[in-house]
């Protein structure tokens, strides 16, 4: 748990800090640092969720149980 905490932290300040060398504003800065990861948490929740779809079409195998040729 400590690992995620300070990755997160980690995450955030280089968001902030990204936003706020761009923008020149630290309330921008500090918006775009909590949003970000947040909506990086939803993607990542569905990029798995693709992901585990593949890997469960793979362990089945080809429909029909047909081997490539």
């Given at each position: 748990?400590a690992?995620?905490?300070?990755?997160?932290i980690?995450?955030m300040?280089?968001?902030f800090?990204v936003?706020?060398?761009?923008?020149?504003?630290?309330?921008?800065?500090?918006?775009?640092?909590?949003?970000?990861?947040?909506?990086n948490?939803v993607?990542?929740?569905?990029h798995?969720?693709v992901?585990e779809q593949?890997?469960?079409q793979?362990?089945?195998?080809?429909p029909?149980g047909?081997?490539?040729?």
């Amino acid at each position: 748990m400590a690992k995620t905490i300070t990755f997160a932290i980690l995450h955030m300040t280089v968001a902030f800090s990204v936003a706020y060398l761009l923008s020149g504003n630290l309330l921008v800065g500090g918006a775009i640092a909590l949003v970000e990861p947040a909506i990086n948490t939803v993607v990542y929740f569905f990029h798995e969720k693709v992901w585990e779809q593949i890997r469960q079409q793979r362990a089945d195998g080809p429909p029909g149980g047909l081997l490539p040729a």
